[in-house]
Every structure is written in C-alpha cells, then in structure tokens.
C-alpha cells in the first residue's frame, strides 16, 4: 500500500478573464494573445452536460462484460440524466500523483494532487502520473519499446465490413509530429454501417483508465452528425451526445487510445468531467484523477469504432487537439501544438488471438491496414486544409481493407476524362473484353497490380480471385452510364478475374503491373 508522508500546502488561484470562444479538434481554435499564454491562468470552468440514457445491449460474446447501467434500444430511449461535472484549470504544473505500475491485473488506486498528501512509492514498480494523466516521465518511456497492450477488439470484429488503413487517405489529414496529409488512425465499418453506427458497442482494449471526455466544439463538431442525417434521412437521435474519450492503458502509460464519436455509458459520465478543446489546446484543463478504471473487454461506450494511438513524447500528457498539418501551422505557438507525439497502428500492438480475428474473415496480413512511409512518400496526398483533395472511400482498396461483402462505387476511382491512348502509359499484363459474364486467368499478378474496368452499362460486378480465396472488388447497379474504374488487385499470385452482369453490357478489362 501506498503510505501518506505529508500534507500539501494549498495552492493560491489568481484569477484572470480568459477569453471564451468555440473550438475543433483541428480548427476553430480562438487567436490568443501572446501576452495572455505566458501569463499566469487560473480558471475554474463548470460545465453541466445532457447525457442520454441511451445504450444498447451487446451482441457479442463472453469476453466482454457490460456494467449495470440501464441498456435500452435507441428507438425506445426517452429518458435522460444530468450529469454535473467540474473541471478545475490551474496555473502550474501541481504535484503528481503516483500509482501502482501493474504487472497483470492491478486496480490502480491514484489521489487527486490538488487536495491531496503527497504519496511516495513503494518500490521502482510504481509509476509517478503527470498533471495530464499519463506518466509523468514520458521522455524516458520514448526510448523504450511499448507493450503489446491490444488485448481485446474494441468493437464486434466479426460485424465489420471495411477498416481504413493507417496513413491513408480516409477522412481528413490526422497527423502527429512527424507526419502530415494523412491519416494515423483507423476508421471501422460494420455491415449495414449507417444502421448500426449510433448504437454499435465499443469496448476496452486493455486494463487501464478512462480519464478524460471531450466535447468538440466549433466549424467541424456537427460533420458527423451532419453526415449522418444527409446519408440516413433520419433526424439526430434527441439527446444523444457526441464525444471523444481516453484511455491509458496500464502497460502502455504514455500512450492515449482515442475513440471518435461515441457516447460514453452512464458510469463513464457520471465519473469523468467533460472538458472542451479550448482548456485541452491550452494545457489549462486537469483531469479528474483516478478515472474510471476498466478491464480489458469491459463496455464503455456506443458509437462509431474510430480510433487512435497517439504516444506522447514530452509535455504534460494532456491529450492535444493539435492533430493536423493545418492546425501546427496555424496554431503553433499553442501549447498543444508544442508537444511532441507519434500516433501508431492498433494493429501493431494487437495481440495474436485478436488478430486471427481478423483472418476468420479474410486472407489478410497486419501489413494490409497500413501505408508504409515508402509507398507514401513515392505517392504523396495532397491535401487543402485539413481536406484530401482526392479523399479516399470504401470503394478504394488503397484506402479500406475490405473484410466481407462487397465495395460500392467512389467517385476517385472512377475516371471522368478517359482516353484510348491512356492504355499505352503503362506496362500492360493482360486485358480481355466481352459481353456479358466472362472469366479470364490465371495469370502471373502482384499486390498492387492497377485493374481497370470500363463497361457501358449494369448491373455489373468485378471478381479478383485465386485458389482459395475470391473477392469482389468492384460492383455497379443497374444503369447505361460509360464508366471507367480503377481499383488495386488485393494480392498477388496466380490470379483470375471475373466479370459477372447481363448479355447487352459490354465491358472491358485491363491489369497494369505495378509501379
């Protein structure tokens, strides 16, 4: 047990106006004066918060376990509690808090330093945590090698359709310090993904803590919100909230896991203060310590299966909003954007048992969900803002790793000004062309491999096959629009592929070799 050796002398708050405007995780952010930032700051922000009751129960299996909050369906919710929460935003750095390093399952008891005697470890097996709840000597930690810490899929993996990759062009630019115009994190989507995006369960990968919860704020806080009723036709469930929220795991104490766009349960709430992406930029919001503990598979949430692994470098660990090439370059003066931080890959740090997971539906490799730093600097995105000037969608196998199911069309693949003389750029391996269904193969091909499709008319699908495993990369409904679509042959091998739709569809297919 950890002993108390002395009480901490209480610290004196200076009041100063701090100037309140909306915020974005990566724009929107208030111009602060500079005189303002080195100032000393105090300020005592109280926020009451709407939380729906809203929830749902799992569908998923043993492994995970759901708290006793009332689960009730969407369509049935109508009741909701108010939360009450106080974040305090203090001028310095206040004295750290120290916590059991666990070495299996350990309940990490943590004390608030602000009201708090000051705690002293018991033995080298403990770990000091900063003011913004990760460890508190994060420079040492950058030089050592972090824990294979993904013990438990974050969300139902047997559901999902399509997984962006790691440094891809999905969604906009969310880049760390090193990086920029692409995306460092990944994005999830079950079957049926607009029906089920609301309600989808989303677990914890790891033992660790929930401790902190934000509420965007500013231009782009309602996109996703925005997104859904274009694409649903159905009006924003009522009272359902749109957050983000942290979680140290405990083998990983420098590192947050950030789940987009979920509603946190009850428990969640009723235990973590929300902050706003203002006092977060600032390095003026404080966590409210020890959080909300969890072990791996417990359920802390529903929502979108967006997520990223962002480590911290230095700084205070407070979990920055500086994630855009756009943002460092506007905001840079900020504090949030002096922190150093490297966002990683789930995938690398996902145990075997959960990635067989992912094998179960489909020949996949943990490769697959990454763009190397190679293939991107050969290929760089160009990006206008925070935007993809040419966004990548599901359809886009450079883009999502297709699990089950099928690709729809994307406007990115599809070639609006085609030529003839566009055939003789690149280094043909084949083509063939028909009417009707048609089958072509095998032939010698590489992943990477560019197949085009040009075709006057559908229903049409495109099948790309080997022993073994087949897939449907491309399919069109029923029309008499001239397309041409180009898309990446998933692997390589001996390899076929397969052109299925109506004797008057004409249609032809030619593979490139790849760069």
């Known amino acids: 047990m950890v002993k108390m050796t002395g009480r901490v002398a209480r610290i004196f708050f200076i009041l100063v106006l701090c100037i309140a405007c909306d915020t974005d995780t990566n724009s929107g952010l208030a111009e602060f004066d500079s005189t303002e930032t080195s100032a000393v700051i105090t300020k005592e922000v109280a926020q009451t918060d709407e939380v729906s009751a809203v929830t749902v129960e799992p569908s998923i299996g043993d492994a995970r376990k759901d708290p006793t909050n009332t689960i009730i369906p969407l369509e049935h919710a109508t009741s909701t509690v108010t939360a009450t929460n106080t974040v305090t935003t203090v001028p310095v750095a206040v004295e750290t808090t120290i916590v059991p390093l666990p070495t299996s399952t350990l309940d990490v008891v943590a004390i608030t330093s602000q009201d708090a005697d000051q705690v002293e470890p018991e033995d080298a097996g403990e770990i000091e945590l900063g003011i913004g709840g990760l460890s508190l000597d994060l420079e040492f930690l950058a030089a050592q090698e972090i824990a294979q810490f993904y013990s438990v899929s974050h969300i139902d993996i047997s559901t999902l359709q399509f997984v962006s990759k790691f440094r891809s062009r999905a969604g906009h630019d969310y880049s760390d310090s090193f990086e920029k115009c692409t995306s460092l994190k990944h994005y999830f989507h079950p079957l049926n993904f607009y029906e089920v995006a609301l309600t989808t369960p989303i677990y914890a990968p790891s033992d660790g803590a929930v401790v902190w919860v934000q509420k965007l704020t500013g231009a782009f806080a309602d996109e996703w919100k925005t997104s859904y009723v274009e694409t649903t036709g159905e009006a924003w469930p009522e009272g359902l909230a749109d957050y983000q929220i942290f979680l140290r795991p405990d083998a990983a104490p420098n590192v947050w896991i950030r789940y987009h766009h979920v509603m946190p349960i009850d428990l969640v709430m009723e235990e973590i203060a929300v902050v706003e992406t203002r006092a977060m930029m600032m390095d003026l919001a404080r966590p409210k310590l020890p959080g909300y503990r969890v072990k791996a598979g417990d359920l802390i949430a529903h929502g979108l299966g967006e997520i990223s692994i962002e480590q911290h470098l230095n700084g205070t660990g407070i979990p920055s909003p500086c994630v855009s090439a756009d943002t460092r370059s506007k905001r840079g003066d900020l504090p949030g954007c002096k922190k150093t931080m490297k966002f990683l890959s789930m995938f690398d740090y996902m145990t075997d048992e959960v990635f067989d997971e992912y094998r179960k539906l489909a020949d996949v490799e943990r490769s697959d969900f990454k763009v190397s730093k190679e293939e991107l600097a050969m290929n760089p995105y160009i990006c206008t803002g925070e935007k993809f000037d040419n966004k990548g969608d599901t359809p886009d196998a450079d883009t999502y ?78 029309g008499s629009a001239n397309i041409v679509y180009e898309v990446v042959a998933p692997f390589g091998g001996q390899v076929s592929v397969g052109v299925t739709t109506s004797l008057n569809v004409s249609w032809e297919v030619v593979v490139f070799r790849a760069d």
């Open 401 to 478: 790793v297709l699990l089950q199911g099928t690709r729809g069309e994307s406007e990115s693949n599809v070639i609006q000004d085609y030529s003839e003389s566009a055939k003789d750029l690149r280094d043909t391996i084949t083509s063939f062309e028909g009417n009707g269904d048609g089958k072509h193969g095998p032939f010698d091909g590489s992943n990477g491999d560019i197949i085009r499709l040009t075709s006057d008319g559908g229903p049409l699908s495109l099948t790309f096959s080997k022993e073994g495993d087949s897939r449907i990369i491309y399919t069109r409904p029923e």
